[in-house]
């Protein structure tokens, strides 16, 4: 199993940048996909971005292209975000995510507590 912290939201302006970490327990956290999803208010949640295990992979939503940035550190267990170029839109609750299986799936199997970005217009 793997426990999962998120860290790093707040409250930011339009074109503002923030980084979201991610922090895993256990001594496997190489062995697991990873990615970030996020769920704004009245909205079901929505994939952003994941991270294949060795972090030489990452995927994006159209959404995010271009402005947010995956990476891993696989030697101090921690996944991060770093968001760029930030809109109103991007507001949200953020969460990160982890599988075993090789492409994270819709419905990871191991959940952060998430952590709350707001973009103030």
């Known amino acids: 199993q793997v426990q999962l912290v998120e860290s790093g939201g707040g409250l930011v302006q339009t074109g503002d940048s923030l980084r979201l970490s991610c922090a895993a327990s256990?001594?496997?956290?190489?062995?697991?996909?990873m990615g970030w999803f996020r769920q704004a208010p009245g909205k079901e949640r929505e994939f952003v971005a994941r991270?294949?295990?060795?972090?030489?992979?990452?995927y994006y939503a159209d959404s995010v292209k271009g402005r947010f940035t995956i990476s891993r550190d696989n030697a101090n267990n921690t996944m991060y975000l770093q968001m760029s170029s930030l809109k109103h839109e991007d507001t949200a609750v953020y969460y990160c995510?982890?599988?075993?299986?090789?492409?994270?799936?819709?419905?990871?199997?191991?959940w952060g507590q998430g952590t709350q970005v707001t973009v103030s217009s």
């Open positions: 995510a982890a599988d075993q299986r090789i492409v994270l799936p819709e419905s990871p199997g191991y």
């Open positions: 256990g001594r496997t956290f190489s062995s697991y996909t």
């Open positions: 991270i294949s295990r060795s972090g030489s992979s990452t």
